[in-house]
C-alpha cells in the first residue's frame, strides 16, 4: 500500500462539478492499494499518517502530527500510485489490487482514520475526481506499507 501525503491549507475534490469532500489545515492522502495488501498494511500506514510528525511547532520545526494540531484528512483513491513505472513509456497496472479489494481496504483506512482525526472526507472511489489544493510548504511525503 502506498500513500502520497501533502501538508494543506486546504483541499478539495470535485466528482461531475460538485463538491464531495473538503477540508482546511491538515493532510491529502492520494491511496493506493496493490496486490496482496493486507489489513496490516492498513493498519500500519493510518497509525504513519496520523502520527507523522510534519507540522510546525513553535519553533517553526516540523514536530507535530495531525492529531496534536487537530488537522483534517482528505483520502482519496488513487490506483495510478500502484504501477509499474520501471520499463517503457506506458505505466503497467499489475501490481494494483483489485477493485473490490482495494475499495474494501480503501473504506477500511477511512474508518479507521475516522477513529482518531475530527473530520475525515474523501472522494468517491473509482470516480473521475478533480482534486484541488494548497500545498502548505510546499510539504509532500511518499509512504509505504513495505
Do not use: C
Request: net charge negative.
Amino acid at each position: 500500500m502506498k500513500v502520497l501525503i501533502q501538508r494543506v491549507s486546504e483541499a478539495s475534490v470535485k466528482v461531475d462539478q460538485e463538491i464531495v469532500g473538503d477540508i482546511s489545515q491538515g493532510l491529502l492522502v492520494l491511496l493506493g492499494v496493490e496486490a496482496g495488501d493486507t489489513q496490516a498494511d492498513v493498519e500500519k500506514l493510518v497509525h504513519k499518517v496520523t502520527n507523522y510528525r510534519i507540522f510546525n511547532d513553535e519553533q517553526g520545526k516540523m514536530n507535530l502530527n495531525l492529531q496534536q494540531i487537530e488537522g483534517e484528512l482528505l483520502v482519496v483513491s488513487q490506483f495510478t500510485l500502484a504501477a509499474d513505472t520501471k520499463k517503457g513509456l506506458r505505466p503497467g497496472f499489475s501490481n494494483s489490487a483489485d477493485p473490490e479489494t482495494a475499495k474494501n481496504l480503501y473504506e477500511e483506512f477511512v474508518s479507521l482514520a475516522s477513529k482518531n482525526i475530527k473530520k475525515v472526507d474523501t472522494g468517491i472511489f473509482a470516480a473521475d475526481m478533480k482534486v484541488a489544493l494548497i500545498n502548505d510548504g510546499p510539504v509532500t511525503f511518499w509512504l509505504s506499507s513495505n
